[in-house]
C-alpha cells in the first residue's frame, strides 16, 4: 500500500464543473505540496500548505493534518486546467517528500 | 530568474555507458533534489542534499551517485546505465524542507533517458 494515496485517478469533467482531488496519507506528515504537471511534462508546484485552507485564482487547496487528508478544488474548471495533479507529504524517517501517483484530469469544452 | 535549469532535455544511452544530467538552479537554494518519474508510478527520490558539500541518499539511490560542490550544481552521475534506468529525471530545489514559512518547490524541465 502506498504510503500516499490520491482519487480518482483519472477524471474527467466538462468546462465549468467543480473538481476535487484527494490525497490521503499513512504517514505523519508535517505539509503538504500540490503540484501541476502540464501534458509537456514542465511540474509546477501550486501549494504547501500545513493547515488550514490556501486559495490561489479558482485553486483551493486544504489540509488536515490530523485526519491525514488534503484535497484540491478547481472551481468553474477551463480546458487548461487538463494535466496531472500531484500531492506529496513531507514525511517518513528522513523528512523527504512522499509523492502519491497522481490524479490524471481531462476537462472537455 | 532562469530558476532550475537541467540538460540535456533527451538523451538516449547504450547499456553501459555513463552520461551525467546537469541541474543549476540560481536562487540561492539550500536544498536540491533528483527525482525519476516513471509511468504510472510517483516521483522518485533518487539523492538530496541539504547544501554545498551534503549529500544523502533518498528512496531508489542504487545507480546514481550526486555532488554539491557549489550552493548552485547538483549534477546525477548514472554509471553503466541499465535499461532499468530509462526514466523521466527531474531536479528540484527548495529553500528549506517542511512547514518553513513560503517554501517554494521549483522544479526543472526534465530530461528524458532511454536506455537501450
Known amino acids: 500500500k502506498n504510503e500516499v494515496e490520491q482519487s480518482p485517478q483519472n477524471l474527467t469533467a466538462q468546462e465549468g464543473e467543480f473538481i476535487t482531488i484527494n490525497c490521503s496519507y499513512s504517514?505523519?506528515?508535517?505539509?503538504l505540496h500540490w503540484l501541476q504537471q502540464h501534458p509537456g511534462g514542465g511540474i509546477v508546484s501550486l501549494f504547501m500548505?500545513?493547515?488550514g485552507k490556501k486559495k490561489h485564482g479558482r485553486l483551493i487547496a486544504t489540509i488536515n493534518i490530523q485526519e491525514k487528508h488534503s484535497s484540491l478544488h478547481i472551481t468553474a474548471s477551463h480546458p487548461r486546467d487538463s494535466a496531472v495533479y500531484i500531492c506529496g507529504g513531507y514525511g517518513g524517517s528522513q523528512g523527504n517528500l512522499i509523492f502519491g501517483k497522481g490524479t490524471k484530469l481531462s476537462v472537455k469544452p | 530568474n532562469a530558476g532550475v535549469t537541467q540538460t540535456p532535455k533527451f538523451r538516449i544511452l547504450k547499456i553501459g555507458q555513463s552520461m551525467t544530467l546537469q541541474c543549476t538552479q540560481d536562487?540561492?537554494?539550500?536544498?536540491m533534489y533528483w527525482y525519476r518519474q516513471d509511468p504510472g508510478m510517483g516521483l522518485k527520490l533518487i539523492y538530496y542534499s541539504v547544501g554545498a558539500g551534503i549529500t544523502d541518499k533518498g528512496e531508489v539511490p542504487n545507480g546514481y551517485n550526486v555532488s554539491r560542490s557549489t550552493t548552485e550544481d547538483f549534477p546525477l552521475r548514472l554509471e553503466l546505465a541499465a535499461p532499468s534506468q530509462t526514466s523521466v529525471y527531474f531536479c528540484a530545489s527548495s529553500y528549506a524542507q517542511g512547514a518553513l514559512g513560503a517554501n517554494v518547490l521549483t522544479f526543472g524541465a526534465g530530461s528524458r533517458l532511454t536506455v537501450l
Open positions: 504517514v505523519g506528515i508535517s505539509a
Open positions: 500548505l500545513s493547515s
Open positions: 536562487m540561492n537554494h539550500n536544498y
